[in-house]
């Protein structure tokens, strides 16, 4: 995946697409100014607004999220916290959960 800001992509689709900022600017009914604006990085249009003057350049906006593997539990990065505690702090921690826990489950209102 490469990354790339909305003034890449712009001005790479309205080069490819052989269009100058005015007649890109015809096409999506706005300003020039827009179009140099994005392009110059000054502004960050909505994924709405790209995503038109992108069409309106004749390509389509795509994206694509790809899960990342899980290289650690994010519970083992509290470990070293945890150890700090003294004994009665850990049972503390272990109650303070079994409540979250016992809360979270649907239909159940039971107070501690």
Sequence with gaps: M????PARLLLE?????????RTLAQRART???VIARIEGGATNPSWKTLSHLLRRAGFELE???VARGQDR???LE???RILRLTPEQRLIEL???A???ERAVPGNRERF
């Design 2 to 5: 490469r990354a790339t800001t």
């Design 13 to 21: 689709a309205r080069r490819r697409a052989g269009l100058s900022q």
């Design 31 to 33: 300003a020039q100014s």
């Design 63 to 65: 994206a694509e999220l």
């Design 73 to 75: 539990s994010q519970l």
């Design 78 to 80: 509290d470990v070293p």
């Design 95 to 97: 109650r303070n959960a």
């Design 99 to 101: 409540r979250f826990f």
